[in-house]
Structures are given as structure tokens and as C-alpha cells.
């Protein structure tokens, strides 16, 4: 969608980490590192709301798709020094800043649907054009008098 910017926020240990994980996944957007210590979540991370859980991340959920994963002999991806126990999430903000989305992770696979950002992205762009008609309009107003 036009006027939408996607950020990967992550808490990998360093640039190098980074890469490796945008290559591994094949991700094509900007990626910033909020890193603290020992594999911790750095202070971006803990500012935006994110959080750690023990048992989002090893809930039956989420034990149940492993075991699966690793009995289709799929690779699975390793932590790379990074605390496993963080949980993710999506955060959808305006062209301001203002979060106008934020959606916390309950467990590690949980993600909004795709469908979800895409009608938040669409509210924004039209309460963009909605304010900037009413702008044309005053402004249109204050030159005809």
C-alpha cells in the first residue's frame, strides 16, 4: 500500500546477527536492532511495549508447532544469542509517530492478519485525505472572501 513504510524491529545482538536474518528470511524491509545485554531486548524494544513470556513462548501452542516442524525436518531457526523468551508483535504508526495499531503478540506465532493492517493502513491514508480536503477547503473559504 502507498505511504506505508514496514520496519523490522528486532533485538539481534548486532549488525552482522541482522543481516544473517534478513538474508535467512528473505526480508526485503529496513531492519533496526534494539539490543541490551547478554542477548537481552535493548531499551527501544522495552519502550514500544514489548514484552518477555515463559509461557507464550512454550505454551502447548507453540511446543505442538516445533515438534511438528522438527517431524517435517524443517531447519529451525537458532536463537543466535538472543533471549528466546521475548515476544513479538506489529505496531502500525501514522506518518507522525502516533501508534494507531499496536498489537502484542500473545505467543510467538501470533501476528495479525494481514487483512487487519491493511484496513489500519487504509483508515490512515483516508483520515490523510480527509484532512487535507478539509485544508483545501478553508484554505479555498479564507481566498474567496
Request: aromatic share 10%; glycine share 8%.
Amino acid at each position: 500500500m502507498a505511504g506505508v513504510t514496514v520496519v523490522v524491529l528486532s533485538f539481534n545482538p548486532n549488525a552482522a546477527v541482522a543481516r544473517r536474518w534478513d538474508t535467512e528470511v528473505g526480508s526485503p524491509f529496513v531492519h533496526v536492532f534494539s539490543a541490551g545485554r547478554k542477548g537481552e531486548a535493548g531499551p527501544l524494544y522495552h519502550a514500544l511495549g514489548f514484552r518477555k513470556s515463559f509461557a507464550g513462548v512454550w505454551g502447548p501452542a507453540s511446543i505442538n508447532f516445533y515438534a511438528d516442524q522438527k517431524l517435517q525436518g524443517r531447519e529451525l531457526h537458532p536463537s543466535l544469542g538472543q533471549d528466546v523468551h521475548m515476544l513479538g508483535g506489529d505496531l502500525l504508526l501514522d506518518p507522525s509517530g502516533r501508534c494507531i495499531l499496536p498489537y502484542y503478540s500473545k505467543d510467538n506465532r501470533d501476528r495479525p492478519s494481514l487483512q487487519l493492517l491493511l484496513r489500519a493502513a487504509e483508515a490512515v491514508r483516508c483520515e490523510q485525505d480527509y484532512e487535507q480536503l478539509l485544508l483545501k477547503l478553508v484554505n479555498d473559504q479564507f481566498q474567496a472572501e
